[in-house]
């Protein structure tokens, strides 16, 4: 199961006998054998040849909050004729997977508190590639959970104080990381939306997000919540969103490559879940739900 999960995130999965680096961006090799006293790992993981991570895996339904310590273990075991090639941080691998084929968890090591987290899949190659030169490119802030601590001020001349407050609790809960979402609630005509575009944009310029899936339930909002996009003056130099990011509804045909928001139905994305799955897998850094009230 974990095998088939990591080829359909364009992993390449060999045995340690027949390992060749030059296959793929990604590489994962079975069974690797680790630094004595650390035995070996069940998946040991090459992007562009050198090691990134390691995968512990378990049988399906083992719960994997109980072989941490296992996959921490094999991340500082790296045997010297593979540590000379690798990518360590605080001379440990940067990336830890615990897996059992119906979960999977992720330690992110440049995050500024670094914990396991569950994840729906194995991200691609490419976007722990990514991951590396972000934190390369900024090594006081290496991801978007150490930006998020450092947003800039928060320009209030155009917004009405519910959406100051819905705006500044956000950012506090991604700051504090006590918990994986955060819920607005607001009145019918307060601007939720404007307050979500508010957001959006200040999470893709300062605080390290590279996309966002914007969620609506009818068609009807999908093209309203495309017009504020549209309509957007971001603060400073007054330049409308659409200019610096590309805004897209979700078609059947799929999503650009060049998207930074994505808005679609909830119908859309399970028509599309597919696509979702295997093209883009991991590259969602945030996603923003809008539904209308109860009546």
Known sequence: MIDRQLRDADWVVQDRAEINLFAGTGV?????????????VDYLLYVDQRVVG??????????LSGVEWQSAMYAEGLPPAVRLKALTRDGRLPFVFE????????????DPQPRARRIFAFPQPGTLARIVRGAEADLKRPTWRAKVRHLPPLDVAAL???????IEGVERSLAEQRLDRSLVQMATGAGKTYTAVTECYRLLKHGGFTSVLFLVDRNNLADQTLAEFQN??????????????NVDKLTSAGMLGSSSVVI??????????????????????GT????QPAA
């Open 232 to 245: 957007y003056r971001t603060p400073g130099d007054g330049r409308r969103f659409t200019e610096l990011y």
């Open 288 to 291: 923003i739900s809008m539904r």
């Open 160 to 166: 009405r104080p519910a959406q100051i407050t819905a």
């Open 264 to 285: 679609s139905t909830i119908q859309r994305v399970r028509g599309c879940r597919c696509q979702l799955g295997s093209r883009r897998r991991g590259r969602y850094m």
């Open 99 to 110: 897996a059992s084929g119906s979960e999977t968890h992720f330690t992110n090591g440049y």
């Open 54 to 63: 390691v995968i512990e895996a378990k049988p399906e339904g083992t719960p």
């Open 28 to 40: 994962a090799v079975r069974e690797a054998i680790m630094a004595k006293g650390h035995g070996r």
